[in-house]
């Protein structure tokens, strides 16, 4: 393709690298046809019968934390004592990692390798945030991203912001997204030792790391009444860091640009990164979901995550960092095709050419 073809193309999905991208994707089809044509009468009988119900409990626990957050909020800003909220900001802004850098950068899309003291502590970090267990979280975003904007989509966007941001976790799944959750490998998470520790007892570490841990540090350290610390400690900052983790879903599918691919709904939102940690480049990362760095700049500024990924990186705790070339942003940046329906690193439907590249990269042959 020549750069001039390139600039002047009408529509850039025709271009021949898009052909060769088409036929392989057709093979694909083919080889697969009795899978699609089972997928096509399970997709249109759940669409006759599915009509989401109220999970009651998922809901009155929603209500009773952001009803809580709500009085939490007061304390903060008549009674708490100022070490107590900063506490609530630097719990927040450390336990992050274990969302960013654990269950999402290496968890669920496999971007890089950690040692196990660095997963015994991402691991630690993400149970404080109180977000369900890894394997869980993990399994709902691959299948995000392998089936994003579909019924198979835990929080499919094309269903308004308020389902995406928070309706998705008290309403009862479309029979496709519990399909979808059967049919992700889920074998390297089920391999991971510290992974399956956290899931088997994660009703008593929610206890200690969500409520305990971060309620008793201002009681013991500076006095703080158990009363105040609980609803500031806990409830205010569950919610807070719930509904940054919400924005990901929500605002980060709609309200931004779309460099890397026009025609999905991931956008790149600045407010989002900068509160998530590095987390709102969303349009690259649902483009590249094996990038480690989950975004097509090195900043750290605006993506810490990436900064903590590389700090470990140099004593040796994180390894194996998965990245993406110039040459493969402009290419798939031209292509505005499919190819974004990925789960991560490992996944077969990453283009044959996009695999060789991505590994002879880190074997470092190129
Ligand atoms: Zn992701
Ligand atoms: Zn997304």
Known sequence: MSPGEEKTSPIMCTTPEMEIYSATLKRRQIANVDEAIAQKDVESTAKDVYVPRIKWLDLSAQIFIHAGFLYGLYLVLTQAKLLTTLWVFITIYTSGFGITAGVHRLWSHKAYKAKWPLRLLLVLLFT???????????????????????????????????????????????????????????????????????????????????????????????????????????????????????????????????????????????????????????????????DYKTSELGDYSFNLTTGFIDTFARIGWAYDRKYVSPEMIHRRAHRCGDGSHVWGYGDVDISEDDQTELDMMNNHEL
């Not at 399909?179 to 030792?193: F, G, N, V």
């Not at 956290?198 to 006095?223: D, E």
């Not at 940054?244 to 790149?268: R, T």
């Open 128 to 290: 404080i945030t109180g977000q369900r267990d890894v394997y869980t979280w993990a399994l709902d975003h691959r299948v995000h991203h392998k089936y994003s904007e579909t019924d198979g989509d835990p929080h499919d966007v094309r269903r308004g912001f308020f389902f995406a941001h928070v309706g998705w976790l008290f309403t009862t799944p479309h029979p496709d997204v519990v399909a979808k959750r059967k049919a992700i490998d889920m074998s390297d998470l089920e391999t991971d030792s510290i992974v399956m520790w956290q899931k088997r007892l994660y009703i008593p570490l929610f206890a200690l790391l969500t409520i305990g841990l971060p309620v008793i540090v201002p009681y013991y350290y500076w006095s703080e009444s158990l009363w105040i610390s609980f609803w500031v400690n806990f409830n205010f900052r569950f919610c807070i860091n719930l509904n940054i983790a919400f924005c990901v879903n929500s605002v980060a599918h709609l309200w931004g640009q779309k460099p890397y691919d026009k025609n999905i709904s991931p956008v790149e939102n600045f407010a989002v990164s900068i509160a998530s940690l590095g987390e709102g480049y969303h349009n690259y990362h649902h483009v590249f979901p094996w």
